[in-house]
């Protein structure tokens, strides 16, 4: 068999065929699910994600996401560092734009309703499409920062928010205080109240619109269920929890629908723990990986696959309607429990992950000039991030996953921990080695016999007897074609 560096263009993604099934109410959630990838342009402007979007259709992503669009509270006088204390001398705060203030597009920090507009005309020029951080469980904290506009749209101030809406959650394991109660100092909406369902589904109407194809709900655990218990405002009012049939385009409210349900991409971010209905939401939208992240994070720690069970999803939802990562923005920015992790190591998982067949990946684009020592790097919001979202290892296997779509896979793992495989048929194979050593293998492997060469470095492996064998470097990656 003679060597096979081939790159897959951009452009080659294999349609899915597949139309939504009892569990997933939008025909978007399946398309592609096997292919698609996700860039997360964390606290990139609008106009810089727009001067971008060759780069990132280029480097094999199908979607990008914004930071949340909506108007926002002004903190620290609008200064635009991304994170500042005391002793800064620039100020501001990258989580400013998760406290809205309105229902409306455009913010300080991410740009207006015109820059939205131009980055999903730019997005629709290379065939990426936008998915929008949205968050309609809570106002900023400082709820007197609420503009006229929403407050009139709900007829008046109190009717914004639930009856527990500032009692701060003490169990989150428990419901109603996870569903009703104030996270964080942040104030709960009363997301029952139609008068609000109305208000903001114009708001994601609009988006649509004016382009977005897809939506990312922030503390989507937070908001309630059909089966949770009931704010004592919507109990009294005789209604039900039933904004997520409101937000996936299930039913309407004051004679408002959603527009293009089956053509908009929709996930929650429900943070796994005790208690999760993970399998209701699944009804309503795919859902963030939390579980798996964290496993794999672990095993990049200690370089050795051994110490966790990758095989396992960690979710009772099938994959397919997952959205995984080896790190989000808020592993990165809050507690910093992911930001220790090298550039090389995160690239190292996002191959890994990005090379299985289930889940739709999510890669976060960290700040520019980001280091191990100063996680903030420039520290500017609205910058694009590093260029990692564009080395030659993540774009490789970008194209990689596209070029297996609906091909099944197969796990390999070295006896010594060292290195993972993901084999994907007889059409192809990623090669990871976790550690910080060469590695010397001889793995087991489903390519047929012959003789490979790496996609990005031509680094040759050779498959004999259904064993590929070669050596690794330190922390990189391998993608080999069969076809």
Not at 55 to 71: E, L, R
Not at 139 to 168: E, Q, R, Y
Not at 240 to 256: E, I
Not at 382 to 397: K, L, Q, S, W
Request: with cysteine; net charge negative.
């Amino acid at each position: 068999m003679k060597i096979n560096n081939l790159l897959i263009s951009a452009g080659f993604i294999a349609a899915a065929g597949m139309t939504a099934d009892a569990v997933t109410p939008n025909a978007a959630q399946l398309k592609n699910a096997d292919s698609d990838v996700i860039l997360h342009a964390w606290s990139w402007s609008f106009d810089n994600i727009a001067r971008n979007m060759k780069k990132i259709a280029d480097a094999g992503y199908d979607y990008v996401q914004t930071s949340p669009a909506q108007a926002c509270y002004v903190g620290e006088g609008g200064g635009l560092a991304l994170f500042s204390d005391e002793n800064s001398a620039e100020k501001g705060k990258w989580y400013y734009y998760y406290q809205p203030t309105d229902w409306t597009i455009g913010n300080y920090i991410l740009g207006d309703r015109d820059a939205f507009r131009n980055m999903c005309d730019s997005a629709y020029k290379y065939n990426v499409k936008v998915i929008v951080d949205v968050l309609p469980n809570h106002t900023a904290i400082d709820h007197k920062a609420v503009l006229p506009g929403l407050d009139n749209a709900v007829g008046g101030h109190k009717n914004l928010f639930h009856a527990n809406g500032f009692s701060p959650i003490r169990d989150y394991n428990d419901r109603l205080q996870c569903t009703t109660g104030e996270m964080g100092g942040l104030p709960d909406v009363n997301t029952e109240n139609p008068d609000f369902q109305k208000y903001y589904l114009q708001y994601v109407n609009d988006l649509i619109n004016l382009g977005a194809r897809g939506f990312r709900y922030d503390t989507a655990k937070h908001i309630g269920l059909p089966s949770d218990p009931l704010d004592p405002k919507v109990e009294e009012a005789g209604l039900s929890n039933d904004f997520w049939d409101v937000a996936t385009g299930r039913k309407p409210v004051h004679g408002l629908w959603m527009m293009m349900p089956d053509s908009v991409y929709i996930y929650g971010e429900v943070l796994q723990d005790k208690n999760v209905k993970e399998t209701e939401y699944a009804e309503y939208m795919d859902q963030t990986a939390s579980g798996y992240g964290h496993v794999l994070r672990h095993v990049l720690e200690t370089g050795d696959t051994r110490v966790e069970d990758l095989t396992n999803w960690q979710h009772p939802v099938d994959p397919l309607h997952l959205v995984t990562w080896v790190e989000s923005h808020d592993t990165y920015c809050n507690a910093h429990e992911s930001a220790g992790l090298t550039d090389d190591q995160i690239r190292t998982g996002w191959v890994f992950l990005a090379a299985r067949n289930g889940g739709r990946p999510l890669f976060y684009s960290r700040p520019a000039g980001s280091t191990r020592q100063n996680y903030w790097g420039n520290n500017k919001a609205g910058e694009a991030g590093n260029d990692e979202f564009r080395h030659p290892e993540v774009v490789a296997v970008n194209h990689f996953r596209a070029a297996m779509s609906g091909k099944p896979e197969k796990l390999f793992f070295t006896d010594n921990g060292a290195v993972a495989e993901v084999a994907r048929g007889d059409a192809g194979a990623a090669l990871v080695n976790f550690s910080a050593k060469e590695q010397k293998i001889k793995l087991d492997t489903t390519l047929p016999d012959g003789e490979y060469a790496d996609a990005v470095s031509g680094t040759r492996f050779s498959v004999k007897k259904s064993k590929v064998e070669g050596k690794l470097a330190p922390l990189t990656t391998y993608i080999l074609y069969s076809i």
